[in-house]
């Protein structure tokens, strides 16, 4: 096989096997773009190296010295040339772009000979010096694994010692002495010589980088983002060039458009005289790219076009790494950068408008998993005017985030695990931190840049971070931070607003989004496009109020036994079911018949024209029942009845396993004058509304039918009841009747309940419980061990499992739709906002998705990606 291609063989489609880096890289060079000169070793390598027992083997290392030698001749120098040695950098590159998670080894093929010559060739023996203590310490900490403070404790010690802020102070007999330690503490831990030969350092780095590809931060980085293990990553070998040579060089990264809101317009950082990560890691405080208009006008200019000719060509906004040596420009790394929700949306609808890509295509660009960050509230502007601002740092990632204060990663997993909402606090964060940062609320650095770690980082998960806030000082150990005289400590609380940068003390707290300007203008391009349709899940008006502004053409499921949950209803719903007799119960649902039927016409009202499903009584009666001694107490004093009864009466609907007992429709079999009474509410809701002149759809739901006989006794006397009231009021009103399917019998024999079903709603959550047989309730305790065994690539209470429930609901449908070819069917689980679930509904051919209403939107873009 080949193992190796040079830049100039590869092209930007052959990411699979040279990586993203590599392709790119490659991509650059043929299209005449300044990146300096290398090879790529493949991704199969990589794998073939892990079915070798980690091993290099001779062809791959035949083919490396090969390559190596033919970019030799091309750049007239040599790896450990006595006089003009060759400079390398060994750079890892995923299939899949992972930010931080694998690293570089710079300046490789330095030793005491080359440093000698590289200093005498470039006139600058403190450069030279520089580069190879970089080299030293890279190549020890990445390939070696020796770790990196301990090289950090001797130049922080010799900063100290001679007075100096900045490692550019280091002089040259500073940075011989930094050699000579490094290599030392090398001899110490590792117990022999700092290899001198070149190639070797050259193959010990290769197969370092192969070997992070399993390191535990790369492969917890997959695991969050759902990256395939098996990928491997290629190797980037390339020849250097320096950043480090002075004042007219530098090395810095840029944005082809601001990456935070999408602004079309250069936005990034440079540092003069560095190398590598010193821009990313937060060492030096890097400027702004604008200034590098004023010290480098030239350079700057160049670096404009560059931008330019990679926009147009990538036609999406570019992330690229540059160095600029001695005032010639190099680039070094290009990709499509990720960015926020509202950046993404409005850089998608711009270029549409630029002419540089279809709405099809801007439709398809939107993650629509990442919309979720956009769709939530915001700081109350009151409470935002009144609140104290304590800090300001870098506006890092958008969004407003309140929360406890924790110090490290582990805190925060901790106070999560406990039901709190937590911030993290650091200095700086590292890809150790990524768990504590998946799960807190928004991150807080002292530390750092726009495109330090945490923001980056931040802005992929599309979490709020305030970065390089320099004002705070940090005491980890005491678990507080301090800013002035102001002292916050662990566990209280304070608010980020990741647009501004802002730090306020306190819990702030939050209110609604609006759908307006270029994101309207997304959605209706998406409604334009899609053929399934989105209804919410809404049981308030307010809700639907919030769902129909955000898109919502209906609702597919309103459930009523929240409003039994009211304060001032729940001793009537309690009253009502432990009556004992019929007269009882029905004096109790009197009562609670003009309260139902009044949060009915606020929900038509809302819906206005839009079909509104409502289901009837679904949960074990249990749940409604008083848990508390004095709570019994008092009901029983209540209904005129002992202690000793109520509690036997309560103790009677206790059941073993209620989410498989009396609830849904067994309910109304055994007491039908409930259902009785929601049907008159929904229906004399409806009725006047409709008085109104608004052109209400009512469908009433059953839910949990097993068996077309459930269904035909219940429908009976619900149709009976609904018909009596319409045909009494003289008003014509169209009604459907149907049921969720959600109990696999019922699945299985959709043919026969679709005779007295209008509608079919598939309840996924209960019907996916039901098909696996595991409980809602206390699956996520165990589905942890399958998470971390790998036993299911998703948690099919989040994402639908097609091949198995799934299969049932695409059976259903078409057993339904053979008895009644005009059956509407629609899912309302929590996977109708679910992107993938989503399209797996528009493949099988149901009428809608319903879904909470932040998702909406989320639903109507994932249904239009469906059909592209
Ligand atoms: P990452 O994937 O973490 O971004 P890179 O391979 O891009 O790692 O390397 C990190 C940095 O190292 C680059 O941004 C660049 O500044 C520096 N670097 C990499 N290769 C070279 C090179 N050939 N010459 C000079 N600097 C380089
Ligand atoms: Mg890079
Ligand atoms: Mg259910």
């Known amino acids: 096989g080949k193992y190796v291609y040079s830049f100039s063989e590869g092209s930007k489609e052959m990411k699979s096997l040279l990586g993203g880096k590599g392709a790119n890289l490659a991509e650059m060079t043929k299209i005449g773009l300044p990146v300096p000169p290398g090879f790529t070793v493949t991704t199969t390598a990589c794998n073939t190296y892990y079915e070798k027992n980690k091993n290099l083997w001779e062809e791959l290392i035949d083919e490396i010295m090969n390559s190596l030698s033919n970019l030799e001749k091309t750049l007239g120098k040599r790896l450990g040339d006595e006089e003009n040695p060759l400079l390398l950098s060994v750079r890892s590159g995923a299939v899949i772009s992972m930010p931080g998670m694998m690293d570089t080894i710079l300046n490789l093929g330095l030793n005491d000979i080359a440093v000698k010559a590289l200093s005498k060739n470039t006139n600058n023996e403190r450069f030279a010096y520089d580069s190879y203590r970089r080299f030293i310490q890279m190549f020890s900490d990445v390939a070696m694994g020796i770790p990196k403070y301990k090289f950090e404790s001797v130049l922080d010690r010799i900063k100290e010692e001679k007075g100096y802020k900045y490692d550019t102070e280091l002089t040259v007999e500073d940075l011989k002495e930094i050699v000579k330690e490094f290599k030392s503490i090398y001899k110490r831990e590792l117990r022999k010589e700092f290899p001198n030969d070149p190639k070797e350092q050259l193959l010990l780095a290769i197969k370092a980088v192969f070997d992070s590809w399993n390191n535990s931060r790369a492969i917890v980085y997959r695991k969050l983002n759902d990256i395939p293990n098996d990928l491997g990553t290629a190797v980037n070998i390339q020849s250097m060039v320096f950043g480090n040579m002075g004042k007219t060089s530098g090395t810095g990264v840029a944005f082809t458009r601001n990456p935070s809101t999408g602004e079309n317009k250069l936005f990034g950082e440079f540092l003069v005289d560095a190398q590598g990560e010193d821009v990313v890691a937060g060492i030096r405080t890097p400027q702004h790219i604008s200034n590098l208009k004023y010290l480098m006008p030239k350079v700057y200019k160049e670096f404009e076009k560059v931008t330019h000719i990679l926009e147009n060509h990538y036609k999406d906004m570019q992330d690229i790494e540059f160095t600029i040596e001695n005032e010639k420009l190099y680039i070094l790394q290009t990709r499509n950068g990720k960015r926020t929700a509202s950046a993404a949306i409005n850089i998608a609808v711009d270029m549409v408008n630029e002419e540089l890509i279809s709405k099809e295509e801007a439709i398809l660009r939107i993650d629509a998993k990442q919309l979720d960050q956009l769709l939530h509230p915001n700081f109350e502007e009151k409470a935002l005017k009144e609140a104290q601002v304590i800090a300001k740092g870098l506006p890092a990632s958008p969004g407003a985030a309140s929360g406890r204060v924790y110090f490290t990663a582990n805190d925060v997993v901790n106070a999560k695990a406990n039901g709190e909402k937590a911030l993290l606090v650091r200095l700086e964060t590292s890809p150790e931190d990524i768990e504590g940062m998946v799960l807190s609320e928004g991150i807080l650095t002292a530390r750092g840049g726009m495109t330090s770690h945490a923001a980056v980082v931040a802005r992929g998960m599309g979490k709020c971070c305030v970065a390089g806030c320099g004002e705070i000082k940090i005491q980890e150990h005491k678990k507080e931070f301090r800013i002035g005289d102001l002292v916050v400590k662990e566990g209280d609380y304070i608010s980020l607003d990741g647009s501004t940068g802002n730090v306020y003390l306190g819990n702030i707290p939050r209110v609604e989004v609006e759908l307006v300007g270029k994101f309207e203008k997304l959605m209706n391009w998406v409604d334009e496009i899609r053929v399934l349709k989105v209804r919410t899940n809404a049981d308030t008006p307010k809700d639907a109020q919030t769902a129909v502004k955000f898109g919502a053409q209906g609702i597919g499921l309103c459930r009523t036994e929240h409003m039994f949950f009211d304060e001032t209803r729940i001793p009537v719903v309690r009253k009502m079911i432990l009556s004992k007799t019929i007269d009882e119960r029905e004096e109790a649902l009197n009562k609670l018949l003009p309260m139902q039927r009044e949060d009915f016409i606020g929900i038509f009202e809302a819906m206005e024209e839009r079909p509104t499903t409502i289901r009837l009584l679904d949960p074990p009666l249990h749940e409604f029942l008083p848990k508390k001694e004095e709570d019994i107490k008092s ?222 939107p989320i639903a109507r873009l994932a249904a239009a990606q469906a059909v592209l």
């Open 635 to 856: 009901l029983a004093k209540d209904m005129g009845i002992s202690y000793d009864e109520l509690s036997k009466r309560v103790e009677d609907l206790e059941e073993f396993n209620p989410m498989l007992g009396h609830r849904g429709c067994r309910l109304a079999i055994t007491y039908p004058e409930i259902y009785i009474m929601q049907a008159r509410a929904i229906i004399e809701g409806a009725i006047e509304v409709k008085n109104k002149g608004i052109n209400v759809k009512p469908e009433i739901m059953i839910p949990l039918i097993g068996d077309i006989n459930e269904l035909k006794y219940i429908k009976d006397f619900v149709v009976e009841t609904v018909d009596r009231i319409i045909e009494k009021s003289g008003i014509e009103l169209d009604y459907l009747v149907g049921t969720m399917i959600e109990v696999p019998r019922a699945a299985l024999t959709a043919d026969e309940i679709a005779k007295e079903a209008e509608f079919f709603s598939f309840g996924t959550n209960d019907l996916t419980q039901m098909t696996y047989g595991f409980s809602r309730d206390d699956a996520n305790k165990f589905l942890v061990e399958y998470d971390s065994k790998n036993i299911f690539e998703k948690n099919p209470f989040q994402v639908l499992d097609k091949n198995g429930v799934g299969k049932l609901v695409k059976m259903a449908s078409t057993l339904g739709r053979k008895t009644r070819p005009n059956i509407k069917l629609g899912i309302c689980g929590e996977h109708g906002g679910e992107p993938s679930s989503v399209e797996f509904c528009h493949n099988i051919g149901l009428d809608y998705v319903s879904c909470s209403p932040y998702r909406v």
